[in-house]
């Protein structure tokens, strides 16, 4: 067995929470070599770069393995914003079991499906910092009323805005996960209004951080920040320089290879008519293409539609695999299929749908 000495020099996992319109993402932005993936939609203004919005939770989850896979290109992943996120984890869940809401499953079952799921996520993100990119989770701030066992009485805190119901997990599952949980906050002062003191008014309204626990919020750190401090990334720089390979950062571009979608004719449905066989049998010849988002049918759920267009697959190729499997006919179109299948089968399997997809252009016959 080896032992090792001393600190070990690693990248970090850190969450920074407060109230709406605070300035997280632009903290956020200041990290080494940041790549945002923008859950809400809220960094457009912003002079960031950025993956495409996930529209589901799969895709979510194929942009962060992207992310892992560039090295040293990037320094930071931002996950803007985690509860937004925890949304598209929660859809992702109910669609997989065929249910409309996270209550339908009774018994706070489906609490436990989706704090199991998101603790999978974050061992995603914990291997994106293993590579050696900072991962920071952007968390909007709710007020819940909190009682101690130990104490009488209750009293207002702030918390991150995840899981709002008792029973779910998923907060103190991200806290534990993080190396560092920051909470921003207005410093407001009050003030005697007269000189007997009986009236007092605010004043100030500076941006401060919260870096160690206080019974009004969560927060923690180990590298000996301040309880608090102003809101300056300087603050933190020092934490971050070194961590994260520092090599020049390349433009931030999905680079999508060109495939052979080529199906063979051997795999063709049998049931297919004369016409759209005839098409099939033409996807028999190799053809080089572009990816198919301008081609695709508009009227494709975004979900689906953004899972082809990342990886490179046709309308004829989902309509084959879905055809063997018996779901629909070859000639249905994809944008006449239940949005339940579309959701609940091949955006919640997509890793299983396109699997299926890549076996059929491996079958080549030569």
């Known amino acids: 067995m080896e032992v090792i000495s001393g600190k070990v020099q690693k990248a970090k996992k850190v969450v920074i929470y407060g109230p709406e319109g605070i300035g997280k993402s632009s903290l956020a932005a200041q990290f080494p070599r940041p790549v945002f993936i923008d859950t809400e939609g809220s ?29 040293p290109r990037f320094g930071t992943l931002i996950i803007d914003t985690i509860d937004w996120a925890e949304m598209l984890c929660t859809d992702s869940v109910c669609a997989s079991h065929q249910k409309k809401g996270v209550e339908d499953f009774g018994y706070g079952k489906g609490y436990i499906y989706v704090s199991e799921e ?26 819940v009323k909190f009682e101690q066992p130990d104490e009488m009485g209750a009293y207002d805190r702030y918390q991150l805005k995840l899981g709002q119901k008792t029973s779910s997990r998923t907060a103190p599952l991200v806290k534990e996960w993080a190396d560092m949980v920051l909470f921003i906050n207005y410093k407001t002062l009050s003030v005697a209004a007269n000189n007997q003191g009986t009236k007092h008014k605010a004043q100030g309204g500076s941006r401060v951080v919260y870096a160690t626990h206080h019974p009004a919020w969560d927060a923690k750190n180990r590298h000996n920040l301040p309880d608090e401090f102003p809101l300056d990334y300087g603050r933190l720089a020092h934490i971050f320089n070194g961590a994260a390979p520092q090599q020049q950062a390349a433009p931030v571009t999905q680079q999508q290879t060109p495939v052979q979608t080529v199906i063979p004719t051997e795999n063709i449905p049998n049931n297919i008519p004369n016409q759209q066989a005839a098409q099939a049998a033409n996807l028999a010849a190799p053809v080089s293409t572009a990816p198919p988002a301008a081609g695709l049918n508009p009227n ?9 267009t990342q990886n490179n697959v046709t309308e004829a190729e989902i309509q084959i695999v879905v055809s063997k499997k018996g779901y629909y006919p070859y ?25 299926m997809i890549k076996d059929y252009r491996d079958n080549l016959p030569f």
């Open 43 to 71: 960094t457009t203004e912003m002079e960031v770069d950025r993956l495409p919005k996930p529209n589901s939770w799969e895709m979510l989850k194929q942009q962060v393995g992207w992310v892992k896979q560039q090295g």
């Open 118 to 143: 998101f603790g999978r996520f974050l061992n995603l993100l914990s291997d994106v910092v293993e590579s050696g990119i900072h991962v920071v989770l952007v968390a909007h701030a709710q007020i």
């Open 300 to 308: 494709i759920p975004p979900a689906l539609r953004d899972l082809m």
């Open 331 to 355: 000639d249905a179109p994809i944008a006449n299929y239940d949005p339940n299948f579309i959701n609940g089968v091949l955006v919640a399997a997509w890793p299983q749908v396109f699997d």
